[in-house]
């Protein structure tokens, strides 16, 4: 999935759980339960190229606007670090690809083999309406629960 669903699902989890470990917990878990939705993340076939790197872009921006928008001040660094943790699998990915004997660490290579196991569609074959549509929905709820 983008960045948003993941994290701004951990924001909710933040705005509704107070307590720091079983948030962070909860968000690390969401962000698998959010890969088993079948989804629509890259272009091409490839996570480094010029489409998913300007996609990246406004993904993050579209993101940091909605949390700046939804999550009341006095909860925005605790939001963000619960955001943080539901995104970590994914942030994982990066040093990866520059050093890629990351994966044998014990813990991280669990992690990432959870990841991948989860992950839906990963060849591409779902196209963008259907691919994007889960991902939508999921922003437009977490807008309505933490906002409205």
Excluded: C
């Excluded at 605790?78 to 539901?86: K, P, R, S």
């Excluded at 779902?126 to 709820?141: K, R, S, T």
């Amino acid at each position: 999935m983008l960045v948003a669903p993941h994290f701004l699902i951990g924001t909710a989890i933040a705005v509704y759980a107070p307590e720091a470990g079983p948030a962070a917990l909860a968000a690390i878990t969401s962000h698998f339960v959010l890969d088993s939705i079948p989804h629509r993340d890259t272009i091409g076939t490839t996570h480094i190229n010029l489409g998913n790197i300007v996609m990246e872009i406004f993904d993050i921006t579209i993101t940091a606007l909605i949390f700046w928008w939804i999550v009341p001040a006095h909860l925005r660094g605790y939001a963000l670090l619960v955001g943080g943790a539901a995104i970590l699998p994914d942030l994982l990915a990066i040093p990866s690809w520059f050093w890629p004997q990351l994966y044998r660490l014990p813990v991280i290579n669990q992690l990432h083999s959870w990841h991948v196991d989860y992950l839906q569609d990963r060849n591409g074959s779902l196209n963008w309406f259907w691919g994007l549509l889960p991902q939508v929905l999921i922003i437009l709820a977490v807008i309505w629960l933490i906002k409205f």
